[in-house]
């Protein structure tokens, strides 16, 4: 499958998910602030994707292998993101422009970084690693 072909197919599941016209998605338009999506609506898009892709995406995996590159409470501090959980989230989703971090202050705002290429980088992980027999 191509990276177009892939991308297609997310568009349409994206699309189906939060009930808007797959022209209006934009690859790095946040889906929860941009499009009008809420957490519900992502994990049935995860769910969505694991049936059209035929992969398991495991949620909360972004902000768990952050926070493993953290020192046990570097990650929040009196419910607030710290400067290093910020970087680590940064190291994770290197698709997101670095400003719109700024707009995420503590763990339950990470959803809102999420985007289309966010999960077709996810998408594309997923379908190429190794399959456990």
Same mark, same amino acid.
């Given at each position: ?8 197919? /997310? ?5 189906? =998910? ?7 998605? =934009? ?17 049935? /898009?995860?769910?969505?994707? &694991? *049936? ?23 990650? &929040? ?24 971090? &700024? ?14 290429? =966010?999960? /077709?980088?996810?998408?594309? *992980? *997923? ?7």
């Amino acid at each position: 499958m191509t990276d177009q072909e892939i991308y297609e197919k /997310l568009l349409t599941c994206i699309a189906q =998910t939060i009930g808007i016209e797959a022209e209006t998605i =934009t690859p790095d338009a946040s889906l929860i602030d941009d499009l009008g999506g809420d957490s519900l609506d992502l994990l049935d /898009l995860v769910f969505r994707l &694991e *049936q059209a892709f035929h992969i398991r995406i495991s949620r909360g995996d972004i902000e768990r292998r952050a926070k493993e590159t953290l020192p046990g409470e570097d990650f &929040e501090q009196d419910g607030l993101l710290t400067p290093s959980a910020k970087a680590a989230l940064r190291r994770e989703l290197p698709e997101i422009s670095p400003e719109r971090f &700024e707009t995420v202050s503590r763990p339950s705002d990470i959803p809102r970084l999420f985007t289309a290429r =966010t999960f /077709l980088r996810l998408v594309k *992980q *997923q379908m190429e690693a190794p399959r456990a027999a």
